[in-house]
């Protein structure tokens, strides 16, 4: 496998780039991205086998088990990370770590279909809080201390629709690869 072929498969809708300017379509676009993520994947795997979902997308990548649990806690920690920059002034969040998460018995073994739930829940209050927020709370931050950058609301809203997308797409691509 070739070093492009394997960044496909790493990234089959591109890395995130953040626009110069996000306009107000364009967060509207991000938000309704974020409200689709749960039905999105959710279809593309309630017919899917143990098997299947054991799977791995790409070499050294993890099964299709492991992203479903990973968007969950994913998305669990952008919620409160959301709700931190709305509630406190410029807070440092804490971080954790994914990979060793993916290799935890309930992301390796377990049933997908909690995880669906979860992120079903999670993302039904999440878009409920972002469509009830002012212009101003778009602007609010906080520090991300593993690279020292000033993360807004907005930027999540962005980063997360194309987390979401992406990981999507790991699962689509798959399923074409190996006609499922």
Not at 55 to 64: D, I, N, Q, S
Request: charge should be negative.
């Amino acid at each position: 496998m070739t070093a492009a072929q394997l960044e496909l498969l790493k990234y089959p809708i591109g890395k995130f780039s953040l626009p110069e300017r996000i306009s107000a379509e364009t967060r509207l676009e991000w938000i309704q991205n974020l409200k689709e993520l749960p039905a999105t994947l959710r279809s593309l795997t309630e017919d899917l086998s143990d098997g299947q979902l054991d799977t791995k997308y790409r070499p050294e990548g993890w099964t299709v088990r492991q992203l479903v649990h990973h968007i969950a806690d994913s998305h669990t920690h952008a919620v409160m990370r959301f709700k931190w920059a709305l509630t406190e002034d410029h807070p440092t969040i804490k971080t954790y770590n994914e990979k060793l998460y993916a290799e935890l018995p309930d992301s390796n073994f377990s049933p997908i279909e909690p995880s669906l739930k979860q992120l079903d829940g999670l993302h039904e209050r999440l878009i409920f809080l972002l469509n009830h927020l002012e212009e101003a709370d778009f602007s609010r931050s906080f520090l991300h201390p593993d690279s020292g950058a000033n993360v807004s609301v907005l930027k999540m809203c962005g980063l997360y629709s194309w987390h979401g997308r992406h990981h999507c797409a790991h699962i689509e691509h798959l399923g074409k690869r190996k006609d499922w």
